[in-house]
């Protein structure tokens, strides 16, 4: 029942549960190459003369799966990203109110999204993005689609960033004669280098409940080829994120870690990104 309680809670829940590894730190301003498709458009840079892919597969309460899949290069003065996300919420128990409340057997549901990034850079240091989304959702028999928009700036230089935007902004999606709205949020983040150790911190307003989202990280580059971090982070309760990520001339492995608020267990994300 605990995942039927979430999806009828947030709506599209996929669109907010971790895409990647770097989904359990301070992902707004701190994700970069490919992963950058899933959560922050503005710092998306590609690779000028090489394609770039990046696919995470995350698994998260009981049989949720959460798998996607971002695809860029740069032409010219644009970065050009394509990101396909599938979610999805394994057996959900019916537990309808009448005539018992007892459970009636188990359903399937899964959000899909599909989203194209442009990227470039305005001035020296500022960047701008935007990915426009194709969003559907299927639970039981039913069924709903609709369209949104990710918007961000961001300010970088060598030693630090500052990232500004809007996630999910689109319409509804009917289910079941319920409009369902998209799970809308603000979002800010900054990190600054001191040395091999970078800090940073995401701050985010969901719009629909009026709540706020944070975290803060702190990640250490241990070689040229080797980087980790935690983060703690707040989503209703507090709750640890880890992260590890090894890089060997152009393919780059990374993992990522968390206990989740809910005492839904632990979740596990693994990434593997190539350019060629």
């Known amino acids: 029942m605990i995942p039927l309680l979430i999806i009828s809670a947030a709506g599209i829940s996929g669109l907010i549960m971790p895409h990647s590894p770097k989904g359990l730190l301070t992902y707004y301003s701190r994700a970069t190459g490919t992963e950058a498709i899933f959560y922050n458009p503005s710092l998306f840079i ?3 003369s090489r394609y770039t892919v990046n696919f995470s597969y995350a698994h998260l309460y009981q049989s949720m799966r959460n798998m996607n899949l971002g695809l ?97 902004i689109g319409g509804t999606i009917k289910i079941a004669n319920e409009t369902v709205n998209l799970p809308a949020k603000l979002s800010g983040g900054y990190y600054r280098k001191f040395g091999l150790l970078t800090l940073s911190g995401d701050l985010h307003y969901l719009v629909n409940t009026s709540s706020f989202e944070s975290s803060l990280a702190a990640e250490l580059e241990l070689s040229k080829k080797l980087m980790t971090g935690f983060a703690i982070n707040y989503r209703d309760q507090v709750f640890p994120g880890f992260y590890l990520g090894i890089t060997h001339n152009l393919l780059h492995i990374n993992y990522g870690a968390s206990l989740y608020p809910y005492n839904l267990g632990m979740v596990n994300s693994v990434g593997i990104g190539v350019s060629f």
Do not use: W
């Open 46 to 48: 590609a690779d000028q």
């Open 72 to 168: 860029g290069r740069k032409f010219h003065d644009f970065n050009l990203g394509v990101n396909i996300m599938n979610f999805d919420y394994g057996d959900i128990e019916a537990h309808p109110d009448y005539p018992t409340g007892e459970s009636t057997g188990f359903y399937t549901g899964s959000d899909f999204c599909i989203g194209i990034l442009l990227s470039k850079n305005f001035t020296q240091n500022g960047r701008i993005g935007i990915k426009t989304k194709y969003i559907y959702e299927n639970l039981y028999i039913y069924s709903g689609a609709t369209l949104a928009v990710d918007f961000s700036l961001a300010y970088m230089n060598e030693i630090s960033g500052l990232s500004l935007g809007a996630t999910n």
